[in-house]
């Protein structure tokens, strides 16, 4: 069996190249893509704790079907917003978008 | 309520109309102005002729309490209140009807009426106040109204800078008037002059309140110490030069003292004031007047210095002497101001040594302008003569020698230099490019009206009789005799001078005479003493009081500005607008978070 670390030091590398990703990534599809990872590295953390410290029920299990469908709402939302950052800036690149700046 | 109530009223409501309405009456302005004054001098005559019950008060209730005192809007009815009710409204009216031809052309034409009316509604008020406290409304009303007037052409900045000099050199006197009538008030407990009689308190104190009051008539009548803005008035349109600046408002000064007199009589040191400051007034504007060359300065130093006679008349104690003077000079230089007016409108310029041979183009103007002269110099039977010899004759009964020569010397410059300025006028020959014309009826008829009055004011003595008759007792014929033969020697050397061109001295003493010219046409080197002595400091410490303002406490104000402005500066640099940078700031923030919690 798979020990619990190996699961969550993929977990913890997935986050990180999620956070790295939406701190450099200068498209704003990728930042979207890198905020999936950091989803995708909590689900992961949810499901192996679970199976190794949990009880019987899969509460884990639920709670990251919960995660992975809001992940696509969220992602739905947030394709909408970059269509119409798209439609108004002309741009998909971070550094023309300073609105809350000017 | 008196019907003298409605007296003042009727300019009132004429300046309201004008003010409000009087673009869109045009020329109707003028007419209802007038038609008010017409009004006002109907109910004075009125008044006049109902007046025979003795002086009296009447008031319309009261208005202040102060102190306990009832202060009414009180009305004066006796001689003094009516003759000079009858002056202003006669006077008023006619130069109301030349303003209709002087100014026929001028772009503010009904504001000029409005302005008008509101200084006939004042000094109509003035005339009739009871009390010091209404009179000093009314005063400060004539003296707005003199302010607006004079700078009336304000797009001239000399006109600018003389109403703003009358406005605040009568402003001195007037704080000394005021301080004067609250002293009266704190010693005697009274504003009324029906109480003036009885008024008694300790001393120094009523001395100095006398004093003071006849600050305000010095200021007003621009008297010498404050005499400085009257030459300068001269900037305002010569119609309201010959209302305000000759026969009415600077007549207010003499009113007043002749309204206080019981309390001057009562304090000898105030009385010799008044006669002192007017005998030098009298002698030294009249030395002014002999060298200087604009047709309305002369004017006005002559009015300085028939103002300064009427309070040496007041001054040696005699009321009635002042008040005639002033009723006859009020006709003669009115009528001088707008034959003066006249000759300005018809060639355009004012220095008289350009003029001359102006007799033969405009004989009417010509005429009534001689007659004024004549009134002015003091020859009989003329109006100036009987009221000048009524002063003379004062000081002649009174014993003051001293007097009696400043005023003849007086009346000797008089003559001298309003012969001058006729014959340099009207006679001889022209000496620039003029093509002079004889003006508008509007003009000629209130200068026939008043030169009549000029000739024949001195026989009416009516409200002041009673001393003009005692006076026939001893030395009247005597100091007839030297009045006359003064006046005619002044009339004869500027004969000599001006129209035969003689050297009456020789060269020597002529060239001696230069320094004293010089002195004269500079004006005794008053308006410098006055720009050293008191502007200058003013405007330094003015000019200090401004750079301390700007400079330190604008400067505090600007350095805290300054401070906050570079800081946040600074701070703002941190907010770039790019999400991602704030995003990086959280993480590290939580990262930061996370090595604290788990250290502990």
Redesign the interface.
Same mark, same amino acid.
């Given at each position: 069996m798979i020990p619990l670390e190996y699961f969550t030091l993929l977990s913890a590398f997935l986050f990180c190249v999620g956070i790295y990703g939406a701190l450099t990534r200068r498209n704003v599809i990728g930042i979207l893509i890198s905020i999936e990872l950091i989803l995708n590295a909590a689900n992961i953390n949810l499901v192996a704790f679970n199976k190794y410290l949990g009880t019987k029920d899969a509460l884990g299990q639920i709670f990251s079907l919960f995660v992975i469908a809001i992940a696509a709402a969220a992602s739905v939302v947030g394709l909408v917003l970059i269509i119409a950052i798209y439609r108004n800036a002309k741009t998909l690149f971070t550094d023309g978008l300073t609105l809350m700046k000017d | 309520m008196h019907i003298a109530h409605f007296i003042p009223l009727f300019p009132f409501l004429a300046f309201v109309i004008d003010i409000l309405i009087g673009r869109r009456l045009k020329i109707a302005s003028a007419y209802i102005a007038t038609g008010a004054c017409v009004l006002s001098f109907i109910f004075s005559l009125k008044v006049y002729q109902d007046f025979s019950c003795g002086a009296g008060s009447y008031d319309l209730g009261t208005w202040l309490v102060i102190a306990g005192k009832p202060l009414n809007f009180g009305i004066i009815i006796d001689p003094l209140s009516i003759m000079m009710l009858l002056i202003v409204s006669f006077i008023g009216t006619f130069i109301l009807i030349y303003s209709i031809g002087y100014m026929h052309d001028d772009p503010r034409f009904s504001r000029y009426f409005a302005y008008i009316s509101l200084f006939m509604s004042s000094m109509l008020g003035l005339v009739l106040a009871d009390n010091f406290i209404l009179l000093l409304i009314f005063w400060e009303g004539v003296g707005l109204c003199s302010y607006l007037l004079i700078a009336f052409w304000h797009e001239r900045p000399a006109a600018a800078a003389a109403g703003l000099k009358a406005f605040v050199t009568t402003r001195i006197g007037d704080t000394g008037f005021l301080i004067g009538i609250l002293l009266l008030f704190f010693t005697c407990g009274t504003f009324h002059f029906t109480d003036l009689k009885s008024v008694t308190g300790p001393e120094p104190l009523l001395t100095i309140a006398a004093i003071l009051i006849f600050m305000g008539a010095m200021g007003k009548s621009a008297q010498f110490p404050l005499h400085v803005w009257l030459p300068d008035a001269m900037e305002g349109p010569t119609a309201v030069s010959a209302l305000i600046h000759a026969a009415t408002m600077v007549a207010a000064g003499v009113y007043l003292v002749a309204r206080c007199f019981p309390l001057f009589v009562a304090h000898p040191i105030a009385l010799q004031t008044v006669a002192v400051i007017g005998g030098i007034s009298a002698l030294m504007a009249a030395s002014m007047a002999t060298v200087n060359n604009d047709i309305k300065r002369v004017l006005a130093y002559s009015t300085i210095s028939q103002l300064g006679l009427m309070m040496l008349g007041l001054g040696l104690g005699s009321v009635s002497a002042g008040t005639f003077h002033l009723m006859t000079h009020a006709f003669f230089k009115a009528l001088l101001f707008l034959c003066a007016g006249s000759v300005i409108h018809s060639v355009g310029i004012q220095d008289i040594q350009k003029m001359g041979g102006l007799f033969s183009k405009m004989k009417i103007t010509g005429t009534t302008f001689c007659i004024g002269t004549l009134a002015l110099a003091g020859v009989p039977p003329f109006a100036g003569f009987w009221s000048k010899d009524e002063i003379l004759l004062t000081a002649w009964q009174n014993h003051h020698p001293v007097f009696l020569i400043l005023a003849l010397l007086t009346s000797l410059l008089t003559a001298f230099y309003m012969a001058r300025l006729i014959f340099l006028v009207l006679f001889g020959t022209a000496r620039s490019q003029m093509h002079p014309h004889e003006s508008p009826m509007s003009m000629t008829i209130p200068l026939m009206v008043l030169s009549i009055f000029a000739f024949g004011a001195g026989f009416w003595g009516a409200p002041i009789k009673e001393g003009f008759i005692e006076g026939e007792s001893h030395g009247a014929g005597m100091i007839m005799t030297i009045s006359t033969l003064v006046s005619l020697t002044g009339l004869l050397t500027a004969y000599l001078i001006y129209v035969r061109r003689i050297t009456l001295l020789p060269l020597s003493v002529l060239n001696s005479l230069q320094g004293l010219k010089t002195l004269l046409i500079n004006k005794y080197y008053i308006d410098e003493i006055y720009d050293r002595v008191l502007i200058q400091p003013c405007l330094r410490l003015c000019r200090a009081s401004f750079d301390f303002d700007s400079n330190i406490v604008d400067g505090l104000v600007n350095a805290m500005a300054f401070v906050t402005q570079y800081c946040s500066g600074v701070i703002r640099r941190s =907010?770039?607008?790019?999400? =991602?940078n704030y995003?990086?700031i959280q993480?590290f923030g939580v990262v930061l978070l996370l090595i604290w919690l788990l250290k502990l």
């Open positions: - | =907010q770039t607008g790019l999400i =991602q995003l990086l993480v």
